[in-house]
């Protein structure tokens, strides 16, 4: 059975009552989740399993289920090896799963900040990295980047208020539309019959599994901590808030 994935429907969701499809050595995998799987550059959920009796189980990661068979949102769910847990999750347990609220929404602001970083720096995406402290885009280019530039770039935009939204393609369309990739470094999952694609107003628009939030304001004050030359090739932006 595969995972029910409502973050990608909705990001907001905190909680949700799930059973457990799978035992695996360091964690399980559940019929529905709200935790995001590490997985296109965004770190994975923490978070906790709450029993029947009110026993709190850590998850300290989120991983993509390493099953061959997986879909791309079976989510195995790491739990902190000295709860126990091996002794109080079976197939067929019932839980509540609880994200890390805090940390995740500043995974949202973070991500949806690279999209804007996208639509500032036209050029593709050879490495991605959000974690709750930072963000990174590494665009494959040879010119430089001026600080000042790409920060009253992004403030403009977040400034805007714009909004931000899922839609669904086939994977036929997709192929049809190379120009939606902007990321060098990870590929949209072709083979499953859809690909979810975020569009943020008339600014940007490409496939991403990831989490964003609802509008651009939501994203505060982002700072452009660090511009660098990786390579020849390759110019890193690094984003925190301010």
Not at 20 to 45: C, M
């Amino acid at each position: 059975m595969a995972t029910i994935a409502i973050h990608r429907s909705d990001a907001y969701a905190r909680q949700c009552e799930a059973a457990v499809t799978r035992v695996a050595d360091d964690g399980v995998e559940l019929d529905r989740t709200v935790f995001y799987p590490l997985g296109g550059g965004q770190a994975g959920d923490c978070g906790t399993l709450r029993l029947a009796d009110g026993t709190q189980l850590p998850v300290i990661d989120a991983r993509k289920s390493r099953r061959p068979e997986a879909t791309p949102d079976d989510t195995l769910h790491v739990l902190d090896p000295a709860s126990g847990w091996q002794a109080r999750l079976a197939v067929g347990t019932v839980v509540s799963a609880e994200i890390d609220w805090d940390r995740r929404y500043r995974h949202m602001r973070f991500h949806t900040a690279t999209h804007l970083l996208c639509a500032v720096v036209r050029e593709l995406v050879d490495g991605c990295s959000i974690t709750a402290d930072y963000a990174r885009l590494d665009f494959a280019m040879t010119a430089p980047l001026e600080k000042g530039a790409v920060q009253q770039g992004l403030d403009a935009l977040i400034g805007r208020g714009l909004p931000v939204g899922c839609e669904w393609i086939s994977d036929d369309e997709l192929r049809a539309s190379p120009q939606l990739v902007k990321s060098m470094s990870v590929s949209p999952p072709i083979g499953f019959g859809r690909v979810r694609l975020v569009r943020i107003a008339e600014v940007d628009l490409q496939p991403c599994g990831g989490t964003h939030v609802r509008n651009t304001a939501e994203i505060g004050a982002v700072r452009v901590a660090k511009i660098e030359k990786k390579s020849a090739r390759t110019r890193r932006v690094v984003l925190d808030f301010a």
